[in-house]
């Protein structure tokens, strides 16, 4: 006989456990953390704005992948409000322009950002295995790995707070995409949140979801690796 099969946990439970993963998002990174009490150097976050540019175009990328995996309407209708968020439409230009005027804000050139010759290859890496992970999975999955948006507007809220007394250099334009994602991050997690909680049933689903959850993570996770490495933290 194998070892007993361990019950599901309940759904209060199951989001508990994905809500624990807090604990390994990227605003515990020791870069994260010396950005955002105003230990870094001007480049040094010139540098996060670059590579990070990267990971923002690649979101609607990500979002397209699982989009066209998913079968029900009901249920594209409401991804594709991601895609919009950040392509943005002739009335609202989204979350891509508004990166693109956060390094405006910083002093650096859009052309140099666009051009993506400033992109680490840790950190191009860390974020083609994410589109590549989207593309492949199912999109229960897909829609698993996108929960770090649980955690993401704190880290929104701590820099409003803490960078316009940390970095004046910045200007105060800068910080719209930020203010931005507090409301959209909130909205989007409703549906991957409900999503996941009904999708993954048995105790082995579930722990694969928090695996799933974890390789997200992980990505945010080295693409700061790879900014410490290449530009140092602090003076």
């Given at each position: 006989m194998?070892?007993?099969?361990?019950p599901?946990w309940?759904?209060e439970e199951f989001?508990?456990?994905?809500?624990?993963k807090g604990?390994r998002?990227?605003?515990?990174h020791?870069?994260?953390?010396?950005m955002n009490?105003?230990?870094c150097?001007?480049t040094?976050?010139?540098g996060w704005v670059?590579?990070?540019?990267?990971?923002?175009?690649s979101?609607?990328?990500k979002?397209?992948?699982?989009?066209?995996?998913?079968p029900?309407?009901?249920q594209?209708?409401?991804?594709i409000?991601r895609?919009?968020d950040?392509?943005?439409?002739?009335a609202?230009?989204g979350?891509i322009?508004a990166?693109?005027?956060?390094g405006?804000?910083c002093g650096l050139?859009?052309e140099?950002?666009?051009s993506?010759?400033?992109?680490?290859?840790?950190v191009r890496?860390?974020?083609?295995a994410?589109?590549n992970f989207?593309?492949h999975?199912?999109w229960?999955e897909?829609?698993?790995?996108?929960?770090?948006?649980l955690f993401?507007p704190?880290?929104?809220?701590k820099?409003l707070?803490n960078?316009?007394?940390?970095?004046?250099?910045?200007?105060?334009?800068g910080?719209?995409y930020?203010?931005?994602?507090?409301?959209?991050?909130?909205?989007?997690?409703e549906h991957g949140?409900?999503?996941?909680?009904e999708h993954f049933k048995?105790r082995?689903?579930q722990?694969?979801?928090?695996?799933?959850?974890?390789?997200k993570?992980d990505?945010?996770?080295?693409m700061?690796?790879?900014?410490?490495l290449?530009y140092?933290?602090g003076?």
């Amino acid at each position: 006989m194998g070892p007993p099969v361990k019950p599901p946990w309940t759904k209060e439970e199951f989001e508990r456990q994905l809500r624990a993963k807090g604990t390994r998002y990227h605003i515990h990174h020791p870069f994260h953390i010396a950005m955002n009490s105003g230990q870094c150097t001007k480049t040094q976050v010139q540098g996060w704005v670059y590579n990070r540019y990267y990971y923002q175009i690649s979101i609607p990328l990500k979002d397209a992948s699982i989009l066209a995996n998913m079968p029900d309407r009901d249920q594209r209708r409401q991804w594709i409000l991601r895609i919009i968020d950040h392509d943005g439409t002739q009335a609202d230009e989204g979350g891509i322009e508004a990166w693109l005027r956060l390094g405006d804000a910083c002093g650096l050139k859009r052309e140099d950002m666009q051009s993506l010759k400033y992109v680490l290859p840790g950190v191009r890496f860390a974020v083609d295995a994410y589109i590549n992970f989207a593309r492949h999975a199912t999109w229960q999955e897909a829609v698993c790995s996108s929960l770090t948006e649980l955690f993401a507007p704190e880290i929104h809220k701590k820099r409003l707070e803490n960078w316009p007394q940390h970095y004046p250099w910045i200007e105060p334009e800068g910080y719209q995409y930020f203010r931005k994602r507090l409301s959209e991050a909130r909205r989007d997690v409703e549906h991957g949140l409900q999503t996941t909680l009904e999708h993954f049933k048995t105790r082995e689903e579930q722990e694969s979801a928090l695996d799933i959850l974890q390789f997200k993570l992980d990505v945010l996770w080295t693409m700061l690796d790879t900014i410490q490495l290449a530009y140092g933290v602090g003076p």
